[in-house]
């Protein structure tokens, strides 16, 4: 399997060519982000995806101080988190952490760039995400991706730290 070195080599682009993203690629990331484990199975989910123009401008603008990258997508997807379908109460954060984690990976598979962009506890970030999107009080925006052919040649980061490992008790180590 490749899914070590999908792993090793995903980085977060904010620079994206003007080359299309499909609609089929766009179906593979939400099929990705849906198969991720959740507590109890919960799936306490919902997927935005933005791929008109002037709104994913505004999000440039309400969201990330007119940051360029969602200008140069080609779309974006908003992961919100359902407190009524968590599995087990207050665990939406983590499963939306596994969706938006299988989003990176998948991006990265089909030779796409993305950026996790947190959107969860930034209330600015919350409020424009409302006006932009329209998404209902009873849903909690979570995180939003911006997805595009990378236009950056990002190199793997190796990040392993054998000091942040411990052994059988804190504090031992090989
Ligand atoms: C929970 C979380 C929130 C993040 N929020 C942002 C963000 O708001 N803006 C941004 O540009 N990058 C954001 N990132 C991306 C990180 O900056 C990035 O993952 C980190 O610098 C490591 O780089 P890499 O993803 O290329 O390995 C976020 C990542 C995570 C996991």
Redesign the pocket.
């Known amino acids: 399997m490749e899914t070590i070195k999908a792993i090793m080599t995903?980085?977060?682009?904010?620079q994206f060519k003007d080359e299309p993203v499909s609609d089929e690629q766009i179906k593979t990331i939400l099929e990705a982000a849906m198969n991720a484990p959740s507590a109890g199975d919960g799936r306490p989910w919902h997927f935005v995806v933005v791929k008109d123009r002037q709104k994913l401008n505004m999000l440039a603008d309400k969201i990330?101080e007119g940051?360029t990258?969602f200008k140069q997508a080609k779309a974006a997807i908003l992961i919100c988190g359902d407190p009524k379908k968590e599995g087990f109460p207050g665990f939406y954060p983590q499963d939306c952490?596994c969706a938006?984690q299988n989003i990176?990976l998948a991006a990265h598979d089909l030779g796409l760039g993305s950026?996790?962009?947190?959107i969860w506890s930034?209330p600015p970030?919350i409020q424009g995400i409302k006006e932009v999107l329209n998404t209902p009080d009873s849903v909690e925006p979570f995180?939003i991706f911006p997805i595009g052919v990378p236009a950056e040649d990002?190199k793997p980061?190796y990040?392993y730290d054998e000091t942040l490992v411990h052994y059988d008790s804190w504090g031992e180590q090989k």
């Open positions: 995903r980085r977060s682009y904010h990330d940051n990258m952490s938006a990176y950026v996790w962009i947190a930034v970030r995180a990002l980061e990040r």
